[in-house]
């Protein structure tokens, strides 16, 4: 069995309006988000032993600020190729993953990220309740998406072949990292 984690970069800035988006950095709600979020996939024993990643600024802040709150740090593959990919990209990512890997953390942008997961998510896993159709609506900055598939080999893996097993957005563990509220 192969497992794919998806995770969207965290919060970036826009007070800096002539930077490049590719070099935006992180705000201070997304460096918490990003650790927050490290720190449940901790808890919930989420493991991964690849992370291909855009090397966007906020995507490798996001990183460092994850790791912190997972208590573990990797060396990411910084694929420039993810960078604002779209879901066709993303998927020859994944299925150009080495066989020895078996749970790939891919970490990006939207769309892209969000039209992966419903392209792959074939059928909701048993601890899923439903979340497909969250991440239809949307896809928040820092969600992480899971996804089983039953494959021995990467290179097989297809639109409609994996079950999505749970969607966590920052606001499901702490309602202050949600939306912010307009008057």
């Known amino acids: 069995m192969k497992r794919l984690i998806t995770f969207r970069h965290a919060k970036s800035g826009w007070d800096q309006p002539a930077i490049r988006d590719f ?3 992180l705000n201070d709600k997304g460096r918490r988000a990003a650790a927050t979020m490290g720190r449940h996939m901790r808890q919930l024993g989420l493991r991964f032993d690849s992370v291909v990643a855009s090397p966007a600024v906020r995507v490798a802040e996001t990183l460092d600020a994850m790791f912190d709150g997972y208590g573990r740090r990797m060396a990411p ?3 420039r190729r993810a ?3 779209t879901a066709a990209t993303l998927l020859e990512m994944v299925q150009e993953t080495p066989d020895g890997v078996e749970a790939l953390m891919l970490v990006g942008h939207n ?3 969000e039209e992966l997961v419903l ?3 074939g059928s909701e896993g048993p601890t899923d309740g439903g979340t497909r159709d969250s991440i239809g609506e949307k896809y928040p900055t820092a969600s992480v998406a899971e996804i089983h598939f039953d494959a021995d080999h990467w290179q ?3 639109a409609g072949d994996g079950h999505l097993v749970r ?3 920052p606001r499901d563990l702490d309602p202050a990292l949600g939306p912010d509220r307009r008057l």
């Open 119 to 121: 392209l792959l998510a």
């Open 167 to 169: 969607f966590i957005r």
């Open 111 to 113: 769309p892209g990220l």
């Open 23 to 25: 070099d935006r950095a």
């Open 77 to 79: 593959s910084w694929d």
């Open 156 to 158: 097989d893996i297809h």
């Open 83 to 85: 960078y604002l990919a």
